[in-house]
T-cell receptor
Framework: DTEVTQTPKHLVMGMTNKKSLKCEQHMGHRAMYWYKQKAKKPPELMFVYSYEKLSINESVPSRFSPECPNSSLLNLHLHALQPEDSALYLC????????????FGEGSRLTVL | SQQGEEDPQALSIQEGENATMNCSYKTSINNLQWYRQNSGRGLVHLILIRSNEREKHSGRLRVTLDTSKKSSSLLITASRAADTASYFCATPEGNTPLVFGKGTRLSVIA
């Protein structure tokens, strides 16, 4: 199984809503990542979990809250988002932190109204 | 911060032609990776080349690395319409995960 599964594929939310993005991998990878990608731009790193601990937070606003319940799951909790937060949110994993190939999910397309 | 910078930003070719994309980076690296992204989809890893390697092949892909010039190139031979995608180079930056370049948007016209 070499897949990273992200749900939902599409999400529309208002600025007062609370929602979550989910990511799952069963490859035994010990590092998981959240990237944000705007149209025609490269992915930008948001968070890294290494061995289930938050190791990198790239100065992301607190309205984004990551959570790693176990080594296979990664969540991104969303609250009080702004329209400019609309983007494709990509989850990725790697066998070891910061090295080697990243395996990406198909992304969650978020629209904030 | 951004490490890799691809060139050209956009490339349009006919099916069957070769496509070459270049990537320049700023700091020392231990590896450089290339990824493909179809429109609105996730990224797919294509190839990883280590700093002590100069060339690597995978199917129709050929990647070169010149550490003295801090540059890499990705060559796709005999392109197909299905190769239409954005291509990103990415390098670990210091002790941090991959930082992606701006990407090259490749269009292969049938």
């Amino acid at each position: 199984d070499t897949e990273v599964t992200q749900t939902p594929k599409h999400l529309v939310m208002g600025m007062t809503n609370k929602k979550s993005l989910k990511c799952e991998q069963h490859m035994g990878h010990r590092a998981m990542y959240w990237y944000k990608q705007k149209a025609k731009k490269p992915p930008e790193l948001m968070f890294v979990y290494s061995y289930e601990k938050l190791s990198i937070n790239e100065s992301v606003p607190s309205r984004f809250s990551p959570e790693c319940p176990n080594s296979s799951l990664l969540n991104l909790h969303l609250h009080a988002l702004q329209p400019e937060d609309s983007a494709l949110y990509l989850c990725a994993s790697s066998q070891a932190p910061y090295t080697g190939e990243l395996f990406f999910g198909e992304g969650s397309r978020l629209t904030v109204l | 911060s951004q490490q890799g910078e691809e060139d050209p930003q956009a490339l349009s070719i006919q099916e069957g032609e070769n496509a070459t994309m270049n990537c320049s980076y700023k700091t020392s690296i231990n590896n450089l990776q290339w990824y493909r992204q179809n429109s609105g989809r996730g990224l797919v890893h294509l190839i990883l080349i280590r700093s002590n390697e100069r060339e690597k092949h995978s199917g129709r892909l050929r990647v070169t690395l010149d550490t003295s010039k801090k540059s890499s190139s990705l060559l796709i031979t005999a392109s197909r319409a299905a190769d239409t995608a954005s291509y990103f180079c990415a390098t670990p930056e210091g002790n941090t995960p991959l930082v992606f370049g701006k990407g090259t948007r490749l269009s292969v016209i049938a």
